[in-house]
């Protein structure tokens, strides 16, 4: 739906109602690609980058999610979907499948049409939103744009709007998808109450461990590790010679991204990282990206003139010049999704930056959520513990405790 928001007010000025929905579309793709709808959406968006431009694969589009080129109306056929018969167990027809040709299921090759399928079906839902946003800041004279629902998980989608130029301010909910709705219920209570609530400038509201606890938690595992000072100077010194990091501090992330309390944290200057990270630890496919965290004094240096992205929300073009600098934070086209680390919001991530800073010249890590592939972020120590325990993470810095392997 299409809202307008006044001080406490918001008025609704146009709903698209089921099945036109555009993480339904998008969804839909997600499955045919053989990978999980309604969670690695993710995927399909990583892949989009490696395909082309298609006027034909366009047309067959067409056929499944039609919309109006002036205003980005749009209408997604049922029937492609919903409807007809299915031989897959799949939320696709035989007809949808007639048209864009055998699904993806069971890790089959992934060819040069599935590419530029993939850019094809992201750059659709991109012509679509910027339509919408362009013809919803005509109507409200308004141009703070404010995002929310899973769609604007797409970060690739995300750094469009923000470089359009009818947009002068951007703000997309952290917890963009379902799981956001309870902020929005919080909110919603808060005015009912007469209360009042701050802009959210940072994500940190989940459990957090005093040293402790942690200890607690190391004695039980039975694991070697030791108390030390300035944890964040010896983690530099360990993440400048390529030394990869579970980086385990304060509070756990609200959403879906890792900013710097539940991490895994990496050297973006080494060319080999990504493949590292990918192979050692995430155990996921190669072609998919990793984020950077930057500090904020360092931000416009490699991003230049755009949107702050305090969410790691919001996709940019990495500068020419730091392209070859910072191979492994770079995807392959020549975008990063990256987050600001501000000192008044995450002071310990911020200083470890900083001293890594000293020591390469380059306030910038990759960071990515401390997790394996299909499973959960961690949110306890015996969790950080295991996932280090059972992958190629090098060192497990957990509150003041360094642990090593």
Request: aromatic content about 12%; proline content about 3%; hydrophobic content about 35%.
């Amino acid at each position: 739906g299409l809202y307008i928001g006044d001080k406490k007010k918001i008025k609704c000025i146009k709903k698209f109602e089921l099945p036109n929905s555009l993480g339904g579309y998008y969804s839909t793709f997600t499955e045919f690609f053989g990978f999980k709808s309604n969670s690695e959406e993710g995927k399909l968006m990583a892949l989009a980058s490696y395909g082309k431009y298609s006027k034909k694969i366009q047309a067959k589009l067409s056929k499944f999610l039609s919309y109006n080129k002036e205003t980005g109306d749009y209408f997604l056929n049922p029937v492609l979907r919903f409807g007809g018969r299915r031989d897959t167990n799949s939320r696709f027809s035989e007809k949808f499948i007639k048209i864009f040709g055998k699904p993806l299921f069971n890790n089959k090759k992934i060819l040069k049409y599935h590419k530029d399928l993939a850019f094809n079906v992201q750059w659709r839902l991109e012509e679509i939103v910027k339509l919408i946003v362009k013809n919803l800041i005509k109507i409200s004279k308004i141009s703070n744009l404010c995002l929310a629902g899973g769609v604007h998980m797409n970060c690739k989608l995300n750094g469009v709007l923000a470089n359009l130029p009818e947009v002068k301010k951007i703000y997309i909910q952290p917890a963009s998808s379902d799981n956001g709705v309870s902020l929005g219920a919080a909110m919603l209570s808060a005015i009912n109450e007469k209360g009042t609530f701050s802009k959210m400038n940072h994500c940190y509201y989940g459990s957090g461990f005093s040293n402790n606890e942690i200890i607690r938690y190391l004695k039980e595992s039975k694991i070697k590790f030791k108390r030390v000072k300035n944890i964040e100077k010896i983690i530099a010194k360990k993440l400048a010679k390529g030394k990869i990091i579970g980086w385990f501090q304060g509070r756990s992330e609200v959403g879906a991204r890792a900013l710097g309390n539940r991490s895994i944290l990496a050297n973006p200057l080494m060319k080999n990282m990504k493949q590292k990270l990918n192979n050692e630890v995430k155990h996921r496919e190669n072609w998919r990206p990793f984020c950077p965290s930057v500090n904020d004094y360092r931000y416009n240096d490699y991003f230049g003139n755009v949107t702050e992205s305090d969410f790691m929300i919001l996709a940019f073009k990495l500068k020419q010049k730091y392209r070859k600098i910072l191979p492994s934070a770079v995807h392959v086209d020549g975008t990063a999704r990256p987050q600001i680390v501000r000192k008044n919001t995450n002071k310990k991530f911020y200083n470890l930056i900083k001293e890594f800073e000293k020591l390469t010249g380059h306030a910038i890590l990759i960071n990515t959520s401390f997790n394996i592939q299909g499973e959960p972020i961690v949110n306890k120590p015996s969790e950080a513990i295991r996932c280090f325990s059972g992958t190629g993470i090098d060192y497990l810095a957990i509150g003041d405790f360094l642990i090593t392997k």
